[in-house]
């Protein structure tokens, strides 16, 4: 997804239709290489917790920064996840994306 920049009548009108509503399918946090073939280990702040995260359900990643941790300075992307066009697909994105920012 594309960073918006609305002045604040832009932004005002945008609520107002609810074009803005719609949730979207991004997270920000850390990154490192990880042990498996075809996965990231991906954290959403801290140092200590890290899951594999599977590159097939990327669609992007912009790298918006650095963060230190123990091991080193850690990469810091926003990642924006592939719309999956079945329902059920869409459900577990959306537990996905709850799952990691509450991680």
């Keep these: 997804m594309e960073r918006q920049v609305l002045s604040g009548a ?4 945008s609520l107002r239709s609810g074009s803005l509503d719609q ?12 042990d498996k073939a075809g996965a990231i280990q991906f954290s959403p702040g801290d140092c200590d917790t890290w899951i594999d995260l599977p590159v097939e359900l990327i669609d992007s990643a912009e ?17 924006t996840f592939r719309q999956p066009s079945d329902p059920m697909g869409k459900m577990l994105l959306t537990a996905l994306l709850s799952a990691l920012m509450y991680a």
């Design 23 to 34: 949730a979207a399918e991004q997270i920000e946090g850390m990154l490192r290489r990880s």
């Design 10 to 13: 832009e932004l005002e009108e």
């Design 63 to 79: 790298r918006t920064g650095d963060q230190r941790c123990r091991d080193g300075i850690n990469p810091v992307f926003l990642i």
